[in-house]
């Protein structure tokens, strides 16, 4: 037993009775914050090799998301472009007013169609009349030849597919003599569409993992330079969760900084983006809205790229830590 | 109480550390371990430690036999023991503090409880003035005392110390002993690998001689003298 007044036989009666769990826990948080704290001590010692690990990592997650913010605003510009082109539709001839009205309500009533232009035999002979070189040749006509015509305004958002079925049915009908769908372009335009959003997954995929690796060599190199800290808290009773936290920490510090510097570039893109698409948007009377990121995407990428600092962090400390131990 | 039961080491490539050896050391007792360099001291150690594992035999603490130790168990047995090095292995980042209570963090210890017993046992090994101090700014002799506090500021119930004098001055050294023989004195059973014979015979403690990796002499208090 230890002898009376002892310092440290005093201490170790106080010890054991502290050993509860809300004590280890608040260890526990104690050691977390403190890891939290160390890490980002141990990234500002050496800033340079820090800013470039975040740059390099901040870089490979802007790429996709720039392409992201492309691709989706050139969905918006097909969108805007298409509502342009609307479906004209060519009666038979003789038909008339009555008739002409009659069809422009059945048609108005379709879901795809967000609104129907009738347009007169005569309203289409003034149109050609105003064309150079054609006044002259309309002068010879007895009477007018051109049919009604009906212009069809697909809803925004109607797909190609969609746009194609309404230009069928209306074909179909017996009062319809021809139907114009401008519909090719645009499927067309939904193909490139759908194989940038691939091309956009496989390259963000790619460059998370090569976000991963630089973190994961980064902390890798930490690891190693440290290996005489962690052989001495190893020999101490360190576990390896314990030894591991401030690395894990690290990735997250990495993760998280790349995360913002990747989503102010973004931002910057589209800032830098704002004024010539603001033209292009006038020229097509407003119709065309480019939208920039979404906020949710913003809150969600350096948290995302965090955990993916996280990850990297803990594969290469548990390898390195098994090696070591 | 340490047993030893007809342990041996032998390395990758066939070098064999311990042959065969057994010997006990009571709860409470401080011994010495020594030999010549290469007589298997080290391994010794490392074998208490679970830094090494033994080829054949059994090693038990307290009746707990060291073989059953899985991997993953091995830090929670580190932290009942304490382990001073001749080179101190100290964090030099760090402050004296800061390395005394790094066994205290990684049990749990309370943040309280901890600075109590850190500053108990600098005050023990004659530091307390140094706590704020980074150790390299210390003498060899006080980050040796460093290391010491470090080993016993969890209640160890057993402490190993390799070399501990290596590098010391003989009248250092010798404080660096009385200090381990206080510890004995408190319940911890202490072992200490030397090779600094006069030390030893100073100390007049239980001998144990390796040569080779074998056991050729244990000797008592009473015989050393």
């Known amino acids: 037993m230890p002898p009376e007044g002892n310092p440290m036989a005093a201490s170790e009666a106080t010890l054991r009775n502290g050993h509860g769990r809300g004590r280890r826990l608040a260890s526990w948080r104690e050691h977390h914050g403190w890891s939290a704290a160390a890490s980002l001590r141990r990234l500002a010692s050496r800033p340079l090799g820090s800013l470039l690990t975040v740059a390099v990592m901040g870089l490979a997650l802007a790429l996709p998301l720039a392409f992201y913010l492309l691709l989706g605003n050139v969905q918006k510009l097909g969108d805007a472009l298409g509502q342009s082109e609307a479906v004209s539709v060519f009666m038979q001839p003789g038909q008339n007013a009555q008739q002409a009205q009659l069809l422009a309500r059945q048609l108005g009533e379709r879901p795809e169609v967000a609104k129907v232009t009738v347009k007169t035999p005569q309203q289409g002979m003034d149109e050609l009349a105003r064309m150079q070189g054609f006044s002259g040749a309309l002068l010879t006509l007895d009477d007018n030849p051109l049919p009604y015509v009906l212009q069809l305004q697909p809803r925004p958002g109607t797909s190609a597919g969609m746009i194609e079925q309404l230009a069928t049915d209306v074909r179909a009908m017996h009062s319809v003599d021809m139907v114009q769908d401008s519909g090719n372009w645009r499927r067309r335009l939904d193909a490139l569409l759908g194989v940038g959003n691939r091309a956009a997954l496989v390259l963000a995929s790619l460059l998370s993992l090569a976000a991963l690796l630089v973190v994961g060599n980064t902390v890798r190199m930490d690891i190693a330079g440290r290996s005489e800290e962690i052989g001495v808290l190893m020999l101490l009773g360190a576990s390896a969760a314990f030894v591991r936290r401030p690395y894990l920490y690290a990735g997250i510090w990495y993760g998280l900084f790349s995360g913002i510097l990747a989503t102010l570039l973004a931002v910057l893109i589209e800032l830098v983006l704002a004024e010539p698409v603001a033209r292009l948007s006038r020229a097509y009377d407003g119709r065309l809205q480019i939208n920039g990121l979404p906020p949710w995407l913003l809150l969600a990428v350096p948290l995302a790229a965090a955990v993916l600092g996280w990850l990297g962090a803990r594969l290469v400390s548990a390898w390195q830590l098994r090696k070591a131990a | ?225």
């Open chain 2, 1 to 225: 109480m340490i047993q030893f039961d007809q342990v041996s080491k032998r390395y990758e490539g066939g070098h064999e550390a311990l042959s065969q050896l057994s010997f006990e050391v009571p709860t409470g007792e401080m011994a010495f371990v020594t030999g010549h360099s290469g007589a298997g001291k080290s391994t010794l150690l490392k074998l208490l430690g679970l830094i090494e594992r033994p080829s054949h035999g059994v090693i038990a603490l307290d009746g707990r036999d060291l073989g059953k130790v899985r991997r993953g168990g091995i830090p929670k047995w580190r932290r009942q023991i304490g382990m001073v090095f001749q080179d101190h292995r100290l964090l030099m980042e760090r402050t004296v503090f800061a390395n005394v209570e790094l066994p205290l963090v990684i049990c749990g210890t309370a943040r309280a409880e901890r600075a109590r017993r850190v500053r108990a046992a600098l005050e023990k090994v004659g530091l307390l003035e140094c706590e704020r101090q980074l150790p390299a700014t210390l003498s060899t002799g006080e980050q040796q005392r460093v290391g010491i506090a470090r080993a016993i500021v969890a209640r160890p119930s057993l402490l190993i110390a390799d070399e501990p004098t290596g590098n010391l001055d003989p009248q250092l050294a010798l404080e660096i002993m009385g200090l381990f023989d206080e510890f004995k004195q408190i319940g911890t059973t202490v072992l200490i690998a030397s090779h600094d014979l006069p030390l030893i015979k100073r100390m007049k403690r239980r001998v144990i001689v390796l040569d080779h990796g074998r056991l050729v002499a244990d000797l008592s208090a009473q015989e050393v003298l």
